[in-house]
């Protein structure tokens, strides 16, 4: 499988090494981007849904700890790179999964990289089973990631799902917002069969909750809770189809 990475590391001769080693020895790593501190790896980490962070321990105005607060939910493997062998104990303690030394050896780059990537398959067969929700009715839940585990919700208690770059806001009927680590699009198949509809490019409405449609071009909907939303002229005809 492909590993989407970035490479956090201050010192820009260190960053070329790394990224031309994984270029020659690791060809199922792609690497989205770089950064030369705490700043731009939050930007690149916010923007981009990753499966991989190289990470350098020090680095100006704070260290990689200090990112890793800063993020909060973590939903990507982590491989600290560093001169320094006694941040060996906080690296466990904050759930890395490899920790390579300076200068870097290309054996354990490989070591790094294929346990990575033996960590991603395995997650992603358990996603197949466990984050995709039941389409039944009697089952009608679904489960959403988090830095502990998941958290299981009521299909019924979601009014909408609004797309936030790579990340999606879920609204529930108790105007309680969760901000997930997942695509539209993700929840927008996991969803379809539980009586959602896509209406939008950035909306994904639960049928069930919709009080009134207004006419358009594509026109839009209004919610049980007051909220209007505005459906595309593309997915008009797939949103009527509901109240035939």
Known sequence: MKLKSIIVEDEETSRKILKNYLNKYCPNVDVLGEAANIEEAL??????????????????YGNAFDLLDKVGDVNFETVFVTAYNHYAIEALNAHASYYLMKPISIDELIK???YVTEIRVKED???????VPK????????????????????????MYCKADDNYTEI?????KKK????????????????????????YLVNVNEVTKY???????????????????????????????
């Open 179 to 202: 901000l997930v680590s997942k695509t539209l699009k993700y929840f927008e198949d996991a969803l379809t069969e539980s009586g959602f509809a896509r209406v939008h490019k950035s």
């Open 171 to 175: 609204y529930l009927n108790n105007n």
């Open 125 to 131: 067969a358990l996603q197949d089973q466990v984050l």
């Open 112 to 114: 790094a990289v294929d």
């Open 214 to 244: 207004i006419k358009g071009k594509g026109g839009s909907v209004l919610l049980s809770n007051g909220k209007e939303i505005m459906v595309s002229a593309s997915k008009k005809s797939d949103l009527l189809s509901y109240f035939k």
């Open 43 to 60: 930007v690149l980490i916010r923007n981009n849904e990753l499966d991989l962070v190289f990470l350098d321990v020090e680095m100006p």
């Open 135 to 158: 389409t039944t009715t009697v089952q009608g839940k679904i489960t959403i990631p988090q830095q502990d585990g998941f958290e299981v919700l009521q299909t019924a208690d979601i």
